[in-house]
């Protein structure tokens, strides 16, 4: 049997909800003005993925900070320095997110912690959410995940 090419009812039906995952997109993109200043400190062993979620943070108009290893994140925080938001990433050189997250967590540090990864398993998940993260998320961190943080940091 050869193959088809979809109809156009088909097609049609995929290029719309192409375009409603677009619009959706905007629409996060689009509707986020915060009201007050947030900071967020961002830990990313990978350099473009730490430049990265920075510059996203920062088209929102978050002001950001980033280290590439969890020792430099907790001694960071031990110094003093607060964050509305701190992104982590599990897997980090020195000392990895999890333990990272455990010491932050055990200095008292209440703002909000988002574990971040390219391993989705159920079990690291799990083990990032008992070390101390409020959410988890699957890398690439995108806008349809962090505008309802940010909205809710801002209290919106």
């Known amino acids: ?46 350099t473009t993925c730490r430049v990265l979620e920075q510059l996203l943070l920062r088209s929102y108009g978050v002001q950001t900070q980033g280290v590439d290893n969890g020792r430099d994140a907790v001694a960071l925080i031990a110094s003093g320095v607060k964050f509305d938001l701190i992104i982590i990433d599990m897997i980090l050189p020195v000392l990895n997110g999890l333990e990272a997250t455990r010491q932050i967590r055990d200095m008292g540090v209440h703002c909000k912690m988002l574990g971040v990864t390219i391993c989705s398993g159920e079990s690291e998940r799990q083990a990032f959410l008992a070390a101390g993260v409020d959410v988890f998320i699957e890398k690439p961190l995108d806008p349809e995940h962090l505008v309802p943080i940010l909205r809710e940091l801002d209290g919106q």
Do not use: C, F, H, Y
């Open 1 to 46: 049997m050869a193959p088809t090419l979809p109809s156009s009812d088909q097609a049609s039906d995929q290029d719309n909800w192409d375009n409603g995952r677009l619009a959706r997109k905007r629409q996060l993109l689009i509707e986020i003005v915060l009201r007050n200043r947030l900071t967020a400190l961002v830990v990313d062993g990978d």
